[in-house]
């Protein structure tokens, strides 16, 4: 194996144009008029060759379980094929149905499926992707989960309000949450995982990476408190009156929103500085504001004697204060990054 490291005298050409040479066994397997990429990183100068195009790819299911279909189209799918075909046993119409729904959902690619074939093509190279835009669409969609929550809360266990209403609010909530999953945190991994290292600008890698990484979080958290809203559905009176009670920590949803739009200004921008000053403002709101008014609503529920339905009252709440950590850290990260506007790496 040749060495990793050598060190070269800068030269110059007749006409003052600097150039260095490459070590011989450093270049096997490259011909005159191959293209590199050179690229000027915050670490130094790196030269890589182009990133090669992935093959297309066939794969071969052998049940027609439409849960079983998708985990292999998801498998397949970030593997990165530019052409991916899954040849799977003569589905029914409502199989073939859910297949294509979950199909479509996925981020980068279009899609077509049959009675016994899913084809994914890709018509946004990984590489190519910008990632600002990305996490443009993932704050996007962030902020819609959080109004959402926000008007479920409200609805309070309100009687008059239409089961299939409160239903669709909940569906709602975890259809964005998989869209998230398989859409746009899965190509933000793949963004990653298909990109040759170090010929990618290694701060913005590792940067949205942990952006992506807290936002997953945050709709987890989302996620959970709508499966801890199921349960309190679920108790008949006694969680209706905890449902009622609910509606007081509907606020830190509505604030949260509000962080949400900084929050995409502030990563979009990397703007370090504002991160800092807006990280403290969430500090100050979770413990002046949010965590004040979750434990004024769990007291009361323990001196009324409603036990049955202080667990999944626990957890919505909890799952809203998680949420504020993960908020919290959009900030913090972006101000380890990036402070007045220049990286914080070294």
Not at 85 to 112: C, D, K, Q, W, Y
């Amino acid at each position: 194996m040749p060495n990793a490291k050598t060190e070269k005298k800068i030269q110059r050409t007749g006409g003052g144009t600097p150039y260095v040479y490459l070590p011989k066994e450093w270049t096997s397997g490259l011909f005159p008029e191959d293209r590199v990429v050179i690229q000027r990183l915050p670490l130094g100068v790196f030269l890589t060759p182009p990133v090669p195009v992935m093959a297309a790819a066939e794969y071969f299911v052998k049940s027609n379980q439409p849960d079983i279909i998708n985990e292999a189209v998801l498998a397949a799918y970030t593997q990165g094929h530019r052409v991916i075909s899954i040849t799977v046993p003569p589905m029914g119409a409502r199989a073939t149905a859910e297949v294509s729904g979950f199909a479509s959902r996925l981020m980068g690619v279009v899609s077509n499926v049959t009675s016994d074939k899913v084809v994914l093509k890709e018509y946004a190279e990984h590489e190519r992707v910008d990632l600002a835009r990305l996490v443009e669409a993932l704050f996007s969609k962030c902020k819609e989960m959080a109004i959402s929550g926000k008007e479920l809360l409200l609805t309070g266990g309100d009687a008059s309000r239409k089961p299939e209403e409160v239903l669709g609010l909940l569906d709602g909530i975890e259809d964005d949450a998989d869209f998230l999953s398989f859409g746009l945190f899965r190509l933000l991994s793949s963004r990653s995982r298909y990109v040759e290292i170090p010929g990618e600008l290694l701060v913005d890698l590792l940067y949205y990476s942990v952006i992506n990484y807290a936002a997953e979080r945050y709709c987890d958290c989302l996620q959970g408190m709508t499966d801890a809203y199921r349960l309190l559905l679920a108790e008949g009176r006694d969680g209706r009156k905890a449902l009622s009670a609910v509606k007081e920590v509907a606020s830190i949803l509505g604030t949260s929103v509000n962080y949400l739009d900084k929050a995409r200004v502030v990563v979009i921008g990397r703007d370090g500085l504002r991160a800092r000053d807006t990280r403290k403002q969430i500090r100050r709101a979770r413990l002046d504001s949010w965590e004040p008014s979750v434990a004024r609503l769990l007291h009361r529920l323990v001196a009324s004697d409603r036990a049955v339905s202080l667990y999944p009252t626990m957890r919505v709440c909890s799952r809203l204060l998680e949420s504020g950590t993960y908020l919290e850290s959009f900030f913090s990260r972006t101000s380890q990054f990036f402070f007045s506007g220049q990286p914080a790496v070294r």
